[in-house]
């Protein structure tokens, strides 16, 4: 009932090749998984989530750093008693507040329209396997 396929190589040399398989047309278009769109959608949104973690985390080093290694600035006083020290850690709230903005920002500037695309696109591809 089952046929094995035919072997790769000669079994003997004065032996002719196998016979090609059947021909079949490669795809038009390279499969969803295999496409260009994926790489830059991928690429697009890593470059998001860098934006906005290095943004908040880099200001909270920043502020972890000065409280450890310059006491003295820290300490020091802005206007009418108001330490340097305070005043940066209120400021920590804003800049949380702008890493999402930025995320949202980029979000729907390049990650959202690249989705969308990719979603449409597989959506008709869906649909062509269909009709065959």
Known sequence: MFHDPPPTHHTYPWQPPPPPGPARRPPARPPLGH??????LRSAYRRQRRVATLTALGYFTLFLILSAFAPSFMT?????????????????LPVTGLAIVLYERTARRRVDPLADRIRRQSALDARREATR
């Open 35 to 40: 496409h260009g769109d994926l790489r830059i």
């Open 76 to 92: 020091g006083t802005i206007t009418d008693g108001l330490p340097a020290g305070l005043v940066l850690a209120l400021l920590q």
